[in-house]
Structure formats: C-alpha cells, structure tokens
C-alpha cells in the first residue's frame, strides 16, 4: 500500500513538473517570437499547458492572453475569452462564465468566423444545460447547427445533435429524442465515423426501450454490437449488452437477459469502467434472483453495494440494497432484509430528484412485504402524489387500515426494539471511536514517513538538475572562449548535435536556409584545423571530444 501510494504522488509530481517543463520552454519561444499572431498564439498555448498544473496560473495566463491581444488580433483575443469561460464554467462561475463567452461570441461575430460562432453557441448552450435550464439550451444549439451549415463543421453539429438527443430523452420527449439520435445517425454515416454511428445506435436503442418499440430497439442494439467490437469499444459495448439485457428482462426471458448482462459485467470490467460494472451486477444479481439461484444473486449484490459505495453513487447504494432487500424476503430473512432498507432510507435523500418516486415505490413494496404497514403507507403515499397514480391512491384506504391496527398491537415491541437497537449502536459507535483514532494515528505517522521520503527524492533531483545546469552552462563559454563563438553561432552548433537539417534549422531559427547556410560555414571556419574538409558529423564529434574534455578537467 505504500509503496503504491508512493508510485502515485511520484507520477503527479513528474506529471507537473513535466508540464511546467513546457511552460517555460514556451515563455523562451514568446520571448523570441517577433510576430504579435505567434506571440499570442503560444500565450495561448502556455494558458492551456497552465491548465493542467493550476487552474489559478491558468487564469492568469489566460488573462494575459486577452490583454495582448486587444488591438492586435481580434481571434485570439476572442479565444482567450472562450478559455476564460470555461474555466469559470468548470469552476462552477455561471455567471461570469456567461459573460466570457458571450465577449468571445461577439468578437467572432465582428470577425464574421462562422466556425468559433457554432462553438460559442454550443458552449453556451452547454453551460445553460448545466443549470437545467434546457429550453434555452435546446434553442442555442438548433441556432449553433444553423450558423455550422456554413461552414459544414459536422463534428460540432453531431455534439450538438447529441446534446439535443440526450435533453429529450431526460424530459422523456422521446419522439424528439428518436429524431435527433436519427440525425446524429446520417451525419456519422456520412462521415463513416464509426465512434458516432456507435454511439447514435445505442442511443435510439434506448429510446425505442423506453417506448416500448422493442423490435426497433433490438434492430439498433444489434448494429450498436456489431460497430462496437468492431472499433473494440468496451466501455461502450457495457451499455449496448446492458440494454440488450434490458430488452430481454421486457420479453420474461431471464436466461437470456443474464447472459447479456454477464457480458456487459465483463465488457465494463475489462476496462475498468466502476459504474457501468456496478449497475451491470446489479442487473446480474435480479437474473439470478428471477431464476431462483439465491447465492449468486446475493454476491452480485454485495459486489455492486461495494462498488457503489467506493463511487459515492447514492442512487445506485439505495436501488441496490433494495433489490437485495427483496431477494432476502424470498429467502425469509426478515432481519437481515430491514437492515438493507435502513440502509437504503439513509441514502435516499441524497438521490437526485427525478429518481424519488421511483425509490418511494420500492420502499413501499419492501416495507409491505416486511408487514410495516405504516411505514408501507408513508413511502407509497409520497410515490402516489409523485406520479399521480389513481390505482395507487385507491390502495391508500386499504394499507392505511392495516397499518393502523399493526401499529396499535406492535407499540410496546417497537419500543422495546428501538431501545435495544440504539444500546447496540451506542456500543458500536465506542468501538469504532476507538478504531477511528489507532486508523487516524496510523495514517498520520504513514503520511509523514511518505512525505519526508518525496521531500529527499525532490531534493536529490532538483540537485541534480541544478549540477546539469550548471555543468552545461560552463561547457557553452568554455566552446565559445575557445573557438571565438558568436551566441548564434554556438547555439547553432548545439542544435547541429541533434541531427537537425538546415531546413529544420531554418524553422528554429526563424531565418532562410541561406542565411543557415551562411551561419554554418562561419562556424565550420571556426572549428576546422587550416585545409581540412568539415561537415555536420565532424562538428558533432568534436562537440562530443570538448564535453568530455571540459569534463575531465572539472573532474
């Protein structure tokens, strides 16, 4: 474990280190640019490499970027904006992010560049979706896909197709949603984009799921299947074999769905993909349940309530414990079954809205099943008002009455119970206290040992890096004294070590190849004893007998 956490805190470090490298490789290039298009495009370059490092530095290159652009060039000041704002939207700064975009927005409507107009449309778009305001997101992206006619972007009007698919298949306008997924569809094949066609396949087989269209749904999944492993997309392929179980589970065929949700487990598994695997259990585990295979049901349970809780998913830890309640009712294992409810009630008010009533019903049906009446009565009560359901709130009358009686005769067992239950707990919680602080010492006295051994490691190679430097530097004046270089003409024959050709060179140095050409035989004059011929090996070879020359006597 700690050499594992060791290898990780070392693989961020050079992660950073290494983009910070970049960073200051692109500061010497803008230094060096002379051109305000170059200068700002590699601002831009350095904003983006910034990105990865710290979203702070990135901001205030980003904010660089926009300042030396004004008056200089309308792209890149239009570009920094677009970058500021989404910063701000991954941030959570709505608002501002907003106002970034629409300042990039109007700049590239000034400049009239059709192609930056659709993706600011979109982006704009996106980040109205993210504050469910999907009306003015849906009317963005129709207004982006017209401005991208234009300039025939059909990658960004796929994206925005699909943005529009998926809003209605949310708001269940699932007629809408066939048609858009349809359109993304002829765009991907017109294009003969394999990841889109996919990805349009196993979308309209989930629509025609959801509208009970199952011959259609099984005609998409099928092509979804076929494009799938044909580009080896497996995380994909986890969905496309889940829907197909899902289809099977519609038709009673519990063999069947099985095996397609055994293959979507094992398709997400491959790729470590934690949250199609969990619910991919989780369907495993009601096949099982369905064919009355007890134990394989209850490991695919547990499984996917580990994998769930690891990701924190809410939702997937309350539907699981309830379908594990219901395979430990038909087992009659009455405790063990409250004690997944209970866990399921402790989850539930942190599922997101639109998956409440779905969990009232279930805990409903599990308390009904237990004989808890009243508590039958209270989760069905608010799936009733939720869904409207008039065949629900016919059954209230019904379970109301029951429930008042059960209440009545269970009172005094009820109490009796909570009051061992809470004894049990104040024990449990003493017991897990004192757990809690041996862990907590642990982890503080693992973290200093850990931290003291990165410390010494970034020391040694900062050390290191610093004699290198050093090292090199005092190599350039002793080749420069020694053969009466020019700064030019010793950095052209550092790079000349690297094997580069003239018209590389030529690139580098922002000059022609005559003007390099020019350059290398006044330093070949330089170098070659009197009447020798001298070529590009000859000075690398020479570069090479000087280091270790220069070494020696340092040494």
């Known amino acids: 474990m700690k050499k594992s956490l060791l290898i990780i805190l070392l693989f961020v470090f050079n992660s950073l280190h ?57 792209k890149y000041e239009a570009l920094g904006y677009r970058m500021r704002g989404t910063l701000q939207l991954i941030n959570g700064d709505f608002d501002e992010s907003e106002s970034s975009y629409k300042k990039s927005l109007t700049i590239f409507n000034g400049i009239e560049d059709k192609g930056y107009q659709g993706a600011l449309l979109s982006n704009l778009a996106t980040l109205y979706a993210r504050q469910n305001e999907i009306e003015k997101a849906d009317s963005l992206y129709l207004e982006a896909i017209e401005v991208l006619k234009d300039v025939k972007d059909d990658k960004q009007t796929v994206n925005c197709y699909i943005n529009l698919g998926i809003n209605a298949l949310n708001a269940n306008k699932l007629e809408n949603a066939t048609n858009y997924f349809l359109k993304t569809l002829n765009l991907a094949d017109e294009q003969n984009n394999k990841n889109y066609q996919f990805y349009s396949y196993n979308q309209l087989g989930t629509t025609f799921l959801k509208r009970n269209m199952y011959a259609e749904a099984e005609k998409n999944l099928i092509q979804a299947e076929t494009i799938g492993k044909e580009i080896e997309d497996y995380s994909g392929l986890a969905s496309t074999y889940n829907l197909f179980g899902v289809l099977f589970d519609e038709y009673k065929n519990h063999s069947k769905a099985l095996d397609y949700f055994i293959l979507s ?157 809470v004894l049990e707990k104040e024990l449990e919680l003493k017991s897990k206290q004192r757990l809690v602080l041996v862990a907590l010492l642990f982890a503080t006295v693992t973290t200093i040992i850990l931290l003291v051994f990165l410390y010494r490691n970034i020391l040694r190679k900062l050390k290191a890096e610093r004699l290198k430097e050093a090292f090199n530097k005092g190599l350039n004046s002793y080749l420069k004294n020694k053969y009466s270089l020019k700064e030019r003409e010793l950095n052209l024959w550092l790079v000349l070590v690297e094997g580069k050709s003239e018209k590389e060179l030529a690139e580098l140095f922002f000059k022609s190849v005559d003007t390099i050409k020019n350059w290398r035989k006044s330093l070949y004059k330089k170098l070659k004893a009197e009447g020798e011929s001298f070529k590009q090996k000859n000075a690398v070879d020479l570069y090479y007998k000087e280091k270790e020359t220069f070494s020696t006597l340092n040494d």
Do not use: C, M, W
């Open 265 to 421: 487990k094992d398709a997400a598994e491959s790729v470590g993909d934690k949250e199609q695997l969990s619910r991919a259990l989780v369907n495993v585990g009601r096949q099982y349940k369905f064919l009355n295979k007890f134990d394989e049901a209850k490991s695919s349970f547990d499984r996917a309530l580990e994998l769930s809780k690891a990701l924190n998913d809410s939702s997937s830890i309350t539907f699981v414990n309830l379908n594990k309640a219901n395979l430990l009712l038909e087992q009659k294992l009455i405790s063990k079954a409250e004690e997944s409810i209970l866990e399921a009630n402790r989850f539930l008010p942190k599922i997101p809205d639109q998956d409440y009533h779905v969990a009232y019903k279930e805990i409903a049906k599990n308390y009904s099943i237990l004989g808890i009446n009243g508590q039958a009565y209270k989760y069905l009560k608010i799936y009733a008002d939720a869904s409207d359901s008039l065949y629900i709130k016919n059954d209230l009358k019904k379970i109301a009455d029951i429930s008042a009686k059960y209440e009545l005769e269970k009172k005094e067992k009820v109490i009796a119970q909570n009051q061992a239950l």
């Open 18 to 74: 290494s983009q910070q490298s970049k960073i200051d490789s692109l500061t010497i290039e803008f230094q060096k640019a002379k051109q305000d298009t170059v200068k700002a495009k590699i601002l831009a370059e350095i904003g983006i490499a910034a990105y990865y490092t710290n979203f702070d530095l990135a901001s205030i290159y980003n904010d660089s970027l926009i300042q030396f652009s004004k008056g200089r060039t309308k």
